[in-house]
């Protein structure tokens, strides 16, 4: 689609999808989005920005997962995305009233949902976990380099060892935590996936590092807590859940290093701190 104006964006998928009186709910580094009328039901419209790739492998991924434990995906482009709306609370607000483990709970089940969908279809436009990881790889090879003995060189031999042996491969959401659970008529439901696919271990790492009240990340008997619950919700390897959200906590802080978010990548360090004496190198 040519670059057109917000407004004239927006005038388009509104004729062009039949939708109705639009309200802006929020708008995000990648996308404007409103709620919109459409057959007498309330949605979500997602307008892209123009040079958005991210959020096209999480329609792929939504599209995969058909409603099972995420949000429905109506119709999509290049430009645009239509979704069902899970109008309900985020899942954050059960911490903040101080039910931590059963919020944890909770997303264990929306990742079974996720990972019940039958695995025959092909993978195209998603991201394997061995490109997503590219970035910790550049940058552990960067300080070995010079001669630097960093936490990204002693994590990445260990997410190398994950992703040459990965088990019980899935599509996966990528960006699981409280903020992106809703409750809906239909119950708790994710959204905003990345795009993934790879061992399903993974999809418990984001959820350990990104808490919905941020001083609970360096409780270290919170994440242990946590962790063996997901565990023991999904039949995985504790072990490997550790392994997993280590790796990726160390990913996150060079994803971040990358666009000079260093507050943010030293967040990630400090969860990565708090687990390296957990992990069986």
Known sequence: MA???????????????????????????TSHIYTVTHHTETVILKLLSPTETEEQRGAIALRYFDGQGAVRLLRFDEGAHL?????????????????????????????????SIPQDAPHDGLFTLNRWFGELFNKAATDGQAGIESIYVRSAPLARRLLADQREVRVLHGDIHHRNIRQSLRGWLAFDPKGL????????????????????????????????????????????VLAFTYAYACLNASQCLRVGMEDMAEWSLNVAVIIEPHIDF
Do not use: F
């Open 197 to 240: 696919v790879g061992e399903r271990t993974y999809d418990c790492a984001n959820t350990l590092c990104n808490p919905a009240m941020p001083e609970l990340v360096r409780n270290e008997t919170r994440l242990l807590t946590n962790a063996a619950i997901l565990a023991d919700m999904l039949a995985l390897d504790l072990s490997r």
């Open 83 to 115: 979704l069902e709306y899970a109008a309900g609370d985020e899942l954050a607000t059960l911490v903040e009233r101080g039910e931590d483990e059963n919020a944890t709970r909770i997303i264990a089940q929306v990742i079974k949902q996720i990972h």
């Open 3 to 29: 670059a057109m104006s917000d407004n004239k964006k927006l005038s388009y998928y509104l004729a062009a999808w039949n939708l109705s009186n639009p309200q802006l709910l929020t708008q995000t580094m």
